[in-house]
């Protein structure tokens, strides 16, 4: 029999506010265990919520990002259920009425794309932390977590692959970071995601029993337990087993999954609108505020890089990977282009380069430092400055090479400067790239009378290479272009040595 997965997401990603979803505490990441734990995480007597207006402006965020209906109210309900770190006994939630409605978010899987629906995105709070080992024979419990604000993005069961589902999760991550209401950071737990899988025969319609996933937080985790879960339950039926509904752990070092629980009904958690919280109401005029304050969506973006900069589907995506990087690339293609101020170059041309380098040299300085775009100390208009010199033949892009570490340790020692306090020193500022490129003596030879004489004494000492090209031999081209460099020393400029070149070998 051939089998069908079916996978559903529900997302908790942890919204980007300096304080708790219902109090003023601090939600840094970090803190001594407990110290974050204020009158409302532990659930003193008498003590009342008060919603985070922060975290509904992120909520509302999303929702205009997934063009989701966001209704006009919500309700917040209170969850119930008993958990060591879970000091009050429920969990403030959103059941019936959430804040965001149905949305839809699309993928690439290869060359096709997919649509995801998106059932609902809800706020709630986040529960504490139990902590195993900190005292030798005892587990603790830290509150720091507990009212954290979240918010749990739900999918409809849409996907049938885990190349699908880490496709939509990763495409879910970029987002969240991309309008600014979650840093990502997966191993803080600032996004995890629960899974929930099953399967059926293909071709059938009715859903087989799922079983939930949880707490997911790398994709590489991701992709090996849906992997294992989807072969454990088609296994477990062709043996004549039964699919018992449940939650599951994952386990990367066996990459097995494991039953922890039952899995629960809404209806056991016995969920009724909080009495402390009256319901939020949302009104049009809000929304239209949280819009203006909205960046270009990355679909938006991407197609501005493909329409006006000529970049590929595929640059244009990975660009879009991040809204730091896309930002920086316009800026450095726009500097480039006002730089050049002549008919010899479009603003294509301005982009295609903008886009190799920073593609290229930049992100992997920037990789190997660990650091956002914002942090890096190189401004657009600098880069762009040695960008026109390769443009214009002043240098060639391995000479541009030889400057970039120069340009890289002005950038390390302002951003060091910074964080102590300190002024720059002045031999560390931004310093002029011509300078530079005359200091090291890495300008290009452009006078064509010079690259003639310089070519002709090739010919001269090569003329095995000459008669090679002449009966057919391209590759003896390549030769020759080799020799003419290296007798220049690196120094001519490689269109002029190539168009006067086959000029000669032409007679």
């Known amino acids: 029999m051939e089998w069908e997965v079916v996978i559903g997401l529900e997302t908790h990603t942890q919204l980007k506010t300096n304080t708790k979803i ?15 734990a204020d009158e409302v995480s532990i659930a003193l007597p008498g003590v009342l919520p008060v919603l985070n207006k922060k975290a509904v402006e992120c909520a509302i965020k999303f929702g205009l990002a997934i063009n989701a209906e966001i209704p006009p109210r919500s309700v ?19 059941y019936e009425l959430p804040i965001v409605g149905k949305g839809k978010l699309t993928i690439q899987i290869g060359e096709q794309e997919k649509t995801i629906n998106i059932t609902r995105a809800h706020l709630e709070e986040d529960a504490g932390k139990s902590v195993h080992g900190a005292i030798e024979g005892m587990s603790g419990i830290d509150l720091n977590r507990a009212g954290t604000p979240l918010l749990e993005i739900v999918t409809e069961p849409d996907m049938r692959s885990a190349a699908e589902a880490v496709a939509y999760a990763k495409k879910l991550h970029e987002l969240v970071q991309w309008i600014d209401i979650c840093d990502g950071n997966m191993q803080e737990g600032s996004f995890r995601c629960d899974v929930n899988v099953s399967v059926r025969p293909k071709g059938s319609e009715k859903l087989g029993t799922r079983r939930e996933i949880k707490n997911l937080n790398s994709f590489k985790f991701m992709t090996q337990a849906i992997e294992y879960e989807t072969r454990w339950q088609i296994e477990t039926l062709e043996d004549g087993g039964k699919i018992e509904q449940a939650t599951v752990l994952f386990n990367p070092d066996t990459g097995e999954t494991k039953a922890m629980r039952s899995k629960e009904e809404a209806n056991d958690y016995r969920y009724f609108p909080d009495p402390d919280l ?17 960046p270009q969506l990355p679909e938006a973006m991407k197609t501005e890089l ?25 800026e450095v293609a726009d500097e480039l282009y006002e730089l050049c101020n002549s008919s010899d170059y479009s603003a294509k041309d301005c982009a295609k380069i903008a886009n190799s380098w920073i593609s290229g040299e930049f992100s992997t300085a920037l990789n190997s430092r660990d650091i956002p775009i914002l942090k890096f100390g190189l401004s657009a208009k600098w ?48 310093f002029s790239v011509d300078k530079l490129i005359e200091k090291a003596g890495l300008k290009q030879v452009s006078d064509s009378g010079a690259i003639e004489v310089i070519i002709d004494e090739v010919l001269a000492a090569n003329a095995a290479m000459v008669a090679e090209y002449k009966s057919g031999k391209e590759k003896a081209f390549n030769g020759l ?27």
Not at 306 to 330: C, H, M, P, V, W
């Open 278 to 294: 009256l319901p939020l109401e949302i009104t049009e005029s809000y929304i239209a505020n949280v819009k203006t304050g909205m």
């Open 383 to 430: 880069l762009a400055s040695l960008l026109i010199r390769i443009l214009d033949g002043t240098i060639s892009r391995s000479g541009a090479k030889a400057i970039w570490p120069g340009m890289l340790a002005v950038a390390d020692a302002k951003r060091e400067a910074h964080l102590k306090g300190q002024d720059i020193p002045e031999e560390k500022q931004e």
């Open 76 to 94: 917040f309900a209170r969850k119930n259920y008993f958990y060591p770190d879970l000091p009050k006994g429920y969990q403030i939630s959103q």
């Open 22 to 36: 219902f109090s003023g505490a601090s939600i840094k990441y970090g803190a001594e265990p407990n110290t974050q």
């Open 306 to 330: 493909e329409q006006r900069y000529g970049l590929s589907s595929y640059d244009s995506s990975t660009l879009t990977n991040s809204i730091a990087k896309a930002i920086y690339f316009k």
């Open 481 to 507: 272009v080799g020799q003419c460099m290296k007798a220049s020393k690196g120094k001519a400029n490689p269109a002029q040595v190539n168009e006067i070149l086959k000029k000669k070998l032409a007679n």
